[in-house]
Nanobody
Framework: QVQLVESGGGLAQPGGSLRLSCAAS????????MSWARQVPGKGLDFVAG????????FYADSVKGRSTISRDNTKNMLYLEMNDLRPEDTALYHC??????????????WGQGTQVTVSS
């Protein structure tokens, strides 16, 4: 019954910005850490960013650190990823992912269908 529905992807120019959103349902959202992971064709999921259940602690992959901000609204069961200074290598299918713990990330047990981000001029 876990449902994770991503939106906000699309075509962006290099140097541009996007804000990805994830609507979560089917579990007690506020009790779990959440993450964003991305995937290119033929490859597995790569961790992008994670956030603890209370929203106070965040983690980022080196590739996006300083350019991205993960956040959550526990009153609305929403997860967000703001990406700035986008680069062609950011092109991927971005998945919202549920973590099995409240205070650990990178071990997702569910993920959504993804929203496509394409960075190209």
């Amino acid at each position: 019954q876990v449902q994770l529905v991503e939106s906000g992807g699309g075509l962006a120019q290099p140097g541009g910005s996007l804000r990805l959103s994830c609507a979560a349902s089917g579990f007690t959202f506020r009790n779990y850490a959440m993450s964003w992971a991305r995937q290119v064709p033929g490859k597995g999921l790569d961790f992008v960013a994670g956030i603890y259940s209370d929203g106070r602690t965040t983690f980022y992959a080196d590739s996006v650190k300083g350019r991205s901000t993960i956040s959550r609204d526990n009153t609305k069961n929403m997860l967000y990823l703001e990406m700035n200074d986008l680069r062609p290598e950011d092109t991927a299918l971005y998945h919202c992912a549920k973590e099995p713990a409240s205070d650990y990330v990178g071990n997702y047990d569910y993920w959504g269908q993804g929203t496509q981000v394409t960075v190209s001029s």
